[in-house]
């Protein structure tokens, strides 16, 4: 691709005109990171962290924010750049360009089973061995790789993608535009048990699991129906690999949790919300619109909106870094007070002799 033709496409996405500099007939032949790209390649530079490897990087051409001391290195060197207000979505943006995942072409593989009571959009692509079950519901567009089932009564909107191996259980409804990775299982059975003289006695998740329009799950992610109601992601929200998401958690719109964050059942999050790996979500907290926690936060009790959390139990991320600085100092600390306590105990048996 001409370094003119992706400024003209990276500038029809952006809905402006962005800023460049470069040769038009030099060809961009992919996207690569700052420090491996190639001559061809397209890089990108989001702040200071990387600044330093526009002496240093080989790629071709960069997206650059607006800065004029890295756009001028980058002419120094030679290299074509692109000015833009967010280098990293810009650069999300160019991959899109030159790479599109793998999607097979509509068509059912005879190695399917489909119940006849269930309904199959137009234009939708069935994998070997996929499991359809009575009264479900496929959209559009869908795409279903192998090994997939799908659960009596769920629904699946259009554009949506389920990869390889995962399940989809009963009544269980998923929007438009989702996509749910390998391994993942979208409506298990909560862990839902009342504790008798004689055991535990099972108490029947008679409810559902609804994802809103454009929720992505990553691979080997549970989400659990409840007892009764429904456990809810509203839209657009984004869930890393190996994420548990409880019986009955209601979860807002924009949020994105990252690898092996857990929260128990019953849970509250409003919209905007980030989690860091491993954070965990004590049974029934609320967390606000706006709120962060840092990787590993323990969450017991509510989240202000807006607040940023850490540690477990979780406190203000001020408060942790105070905390964590004294942390290091303990060893010396515990010499200390062991010195004053031999000496108060120095003077007061001078004071009684």
């Not at 869930?239 to 964050?261: E, K, R, S, T, Y």
């Amino acid at each position: 691709m001409k370094f003119s033709e992706l400024v003209e496409k990276l500038s029809s996405v952006n809905s402006q005109s962005l800023l460049s500099h470069g040769k038009e007939d030099l060809e961009i032949t992919g996207v690569a990171p700052i420090d491996v790209a190639a001559p061809g390649s397209l890089s990108y530079i989001d702040g200071g962290k990387f600044a330093s490897q526009v002496q240093t990087t080989k790629a071709s051409a960069l997206i650059l924010p607006k800065n004029l001391a890295l756009q001028a290195q980058a002419t120094e060197r030679g290299i074509a750049w692109i000015e833009a207000k967010d280098p990293r979505l810009a650069f999300a943006q160019a991959i899109a360009l030159f790479y599109q995942p793998f999607k097979p072409a509509p068509a059912i593989h005879p190695t399917a089973v489909i119940d006849p009571s269930a309904t199959i959009g137009q234009e939708v692509a069935i994998g070997a061995h996929v499991v359809i079950q009575a009264g479900v519901t496929i959209g559009d567009r869908v795409c279903i790789h192998p090994n997939v089932v799908v659960y009596p009564g769920a629904q699946v909107g259009d554009r949506t993608t389920l990869h390889a191996n995962c399940v989809v259980h009963e009544r269980a409804q998923i929007g438009a535009d989702c996509v749910i990775h390998s391994g993942a299982v979208i409506g298990s059975e909560g862990f839902g048990f009342v504790p008798t003289p004689e055991g535990w006695y099972k108490m029947e998740q008679s409810g559902r699991v609804i994802l809103e329009d454009g929720v992505e799950v990553g691979c080997n992610s549970t989400i659990d129906r409840p007892a009764v109601g429904e456990t809810r992601i509203a839209r657009n929200t984004k869930l890393d690999n190996l994420v548990h998401i409880g019986h009955g958690c209601q979860i807002g719109q924009n949020c994105a949790f990252a690898a092996q964050v857990g929260m128990a059942g019953g849970v509250r999050i409003g919209n905007r919300v980030f989690l860091g790996g491993q954070a965990g979500v004590a049974n029934q907290a609320m967390i606000g619109d706006g709120a962060q926690a840092a990787a590993q936060a323990g969450i017991h009790c509510n989240v202000e909106p807006g607040a940023i959390v850490s540690g477990s139990p979780a406190v203000p991320h001020r408060v942790y870094l105070k905390a964590s600085a004294i942390y290091a100092r303990l060893p010396e600390i515990y010499q200390s007070l062991k010195q004053i306590q031999r000496r108060l105990l120095e003077q007061g048996e001078r004071v009684d002799g």
